[in-house]
């Protein structure tokens, strides 16, 4: 059996005392296990992390900037590896895995302008002789702490940013699909990021404890469920730490009548069962104005879903994976059964699929009629399960998205630019689309949502990373003509 171990100061080291189970969801099999971290193999992993960084911090800017352009070419060419290890422990199909490579390479590319994100300001001539200017540096080590959803994406939202403005990371990836972080830290070091810069410990709650209490952890970044990021962003602040903690989601795409329904059902089953629901970012609620136009995209959103083809994400034909257990695979099929029993009208059943094999597949489902007090709409499913809310006006399915506690995405597709503008400011919601289902940000702006789907004031990756992985200084200076020039008649390098 593979095992996985931390990989800390540039090498492996185990053994360790606890272990979890990795298992391909396609087939159930177990495929390795991973080390679990101790409270004393924290603290092992944060000293290596803290005297790496002194190092990397006085590096120079050009020469960073030059280990990410390095990083981004690494990526690129190990681009179809990455995505068959994302397939093989997460499950997703591997062009969606290959996407995902791609929109973690986007924050690279966005790193890689590392000199241009850390200018500070500079005002001349405050006073007699005097002038005043800001530094940014770095917060020091920087816990990642990341779901299994992304294995490789969201790593690479948090290192690149916090790596670029000279911190080390100490990365804890989901310890369901672990392997992804293993060869991005293999690549960062390839890279060339010195051993000790970015270390990966693996674990559960007992790594991540010891993480949050660690004196020598600056700032946390952590994307996960509601719950978790409550609490860590809670203790974390407590323990006197910079902190961003991002939460799960129920996204709604309203659907105008005046939208054009094929285009609308297209992206609503695209954004609804890409990656069997696990994205933080799926539209999970469509709400649909007029019962005329909810009656004519029910349709078309149910005959798309039939026809998907659900299977290994290796197989080129598939365009649905499984989940990410069987446990999880449980209780998505729980809500569908318990729509029907609180009034939902379940137009396509997708727990009524049979698949061959151990893998932990569902079937896609529908349900229509949902109200806002049924469990299927209040809770976050995290599966391939859309909820239809109908809704007489375009201020009601505001309303009733304003009133969700959640608050990452939102979309409205619509033909009438007033309405969608209407709806930019009207919303409540950390990220918009106009007919995009999925709006999530490029590498140069900032990812985030409101309410319960984020906790602190920074969003991640883009400029507000920049902000978050620094502290910025402000030094006022008066000095006197200088007197120790030389000749050199080199041409000046940084390197
Ligand atoms: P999760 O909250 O179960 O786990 C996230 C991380 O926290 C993992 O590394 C895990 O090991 C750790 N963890 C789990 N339980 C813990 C505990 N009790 N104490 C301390 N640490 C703990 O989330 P998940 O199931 O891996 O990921 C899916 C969730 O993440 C969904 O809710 C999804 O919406 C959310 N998500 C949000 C975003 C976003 O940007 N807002 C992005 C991706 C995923």
């Known amino acids: 059996m593979r095992t996985i171990e931390h990989h800390v100061g540039g090498a492996a080291v185990g053994p360790a005392a606890r272990h979890g189970a990795v298992h391909n969801p396609a087939t159930g099999e177990q495929s390795a296990q991973v080390a679990f971290a101790s409270t004393a193999d924290v603290d092992a992993v944060v000293s290596a992390g803290s005297e790496a960084q002194r190092a990397w911090a006085a590096t120079g800017l050009v020469k960073r900037a030059s280990v990410m352009f390095r ?82 994406m969201v790593p690479l939202w948090m290192s690149a940013s916090a790596l670029a403005t000279g911190n080390a990371v100490v990365l804890k990836p989901s310890e ?83 939208a054009d329904l094929d285009a609308a059902a297209d992206a609503a089953v695209s954004a609804a069962y890409g990656s ?26 149910a005959e798309r879903a039939r026809a998907l083809v659900i299977g290994d994400g290796t197989d080129e034909s598939s365009q649905m994976g499984p989940l990410i257990t069987a446990e999880h695979r449980e209780r998505v099929a729980s809500y569908v059964t318990g729509a029907s029993s609180e009034g939902g009208e379940v137009v396509v059943d997708g727990t009524a699929t049979s698949f061959d094999g151990g893998g932990y597949f569902l079937g896609a489902s529908l349900v229509d ?10 809770d976050e499913i995290f599966g391939p399960v859309l909820s239809v809310v109908r809704a007489e006006t375009y201020e009601e399915a505001v309303r009733l998205v304003n009133a969700n506690a959640y608050a990452n995405g939102t979309a409205i597709f619509t033909r009438d ?51 978050f992985y620094t502290r910025s200084k402000v030094v006022t200076t008066r000095w006197p003509d200088p007197e120790d020039s030389q000749i050199d008649l080199g041409f000046p390098s940084n390197h």
């Open 369 to 378: 009629r949902v109200a806002p007090t049924m469990k299927v709409y209040t």
């Open 71 to 152: 990083m981004r070419e690494l990526l690129v060419a190990h681009a179809d590896e990455l995505a068959a290890i994302i397939t093989s422990e997460h499950g997703k199909v591997l062009s969606d895995a290959l996407g995902e490579v791609s929109r973690g390479i986007e924050n690279v590319e966005f790193a890689a302008g590392l000199v241009q994100h850390l200018k500070g300001e500079h005002s001349t001539e405050v006073a007699g002789g005097v002038d005043v200017h800001t530094l940014k540096q770095p917060v020091g080590v920087v816990a990642a702490i990341t779901p299994f959803n992304f294995p490789a």
């Open 417 to 467: 630019g007033g309405t969608a503008r209407r709806f930019t400011h009207d919303i409540q919601v950390g990220m918009v689309g106009i007919n995009v289902p999925l709006p999530v940000p490029i590498g140069a702006y900032s990812f985030g949502g409101w309410k319960d789907s984020l906790f602190g004031d920074s969003h991640i990756y883009g400029p507000e990373s920049i902000h």
């Open 176 to 258: 369901k699909d672990p392997s992804a972080s293993m060869l991005l830290a293999r690549l960062w070091e390839e890279a060339g990021v010195p051993p000790g810069v970015l270390n990966v410990v693996h674990g559960d709650k007992e790594a991540v404890d010891a993480l949050l209490e660690h004196p020598g952890i600056g700032a946390v970044s952590f994307v996960g469920s509601t719950p978790i990021a409550r609490s860590i962003y809670t203790r974390a602040a407590a323990a006197g730490k910079r902190v961003q903690a991002l939460g799960g989601a129920k996204n709604h795409m309203i659907v105008m009548p005046d």
């Open 276 to 301: 069997a629901g696990e994205r933080c970012m799926a539209i999970s609620v469509l709400v649909v104005v007029g019962d005329a136009t909810a009656d004519a995209l029910v349709a078309k959103v």
